[in-house]
């Protein structure tokens, strides 16, 4: 089995950052960003943009590299690389439109994250890259 690229996008407003509440097999019952599988010829922008609309509804803009990490899910024996992508809030309010994905979606503040979180916040977390993620979300109150 190889490895397949998935891609978390955060959403960003006033401060705040979009996650929902998983569901399904994969993550059930954890809190993650929107996001998904990278299809084959897409780009990390054409994912995340089109992973958020599937999953929320809205549409983003200013898409751009977050973070990168190495997740494998040893019990699911599934193998993931995530890039993780910051983007701006465009439009449309969030709704529950793929409700076998997420059971519920939250505004949330950057220091103070709901548990449990999806594994890959784990590898994110520990990174070189959650600090400069963290900056640009508080920034984007002002």
Known sequence: MEPRVGV???????????????????????WSIPGGHMEFGESFEQTAKREVMEETGMTIKNVRFGAVTNDFFESDNKH???VWVISEWDKNEPQLTEPDKFVDQEW????????????PWDALLKSEFIDEIKQQ?????T
């Open 80 to 82: 993931y690389v995530t």
């Open 137 to 141: 979300i508080k920034t984007s109150a």
């Open 108 to 119: 949330i503040d950057i220091d103070n994250l709901p548990e449990p979180l999806f594994q």
């Open 8 to 30: 978390g996008v955060f959403v960003i407003r006033g401060g705040k950052f979009l996650m929902g509440h998983r569901n399904g097999s994969h993550g059930s019952g954890t």
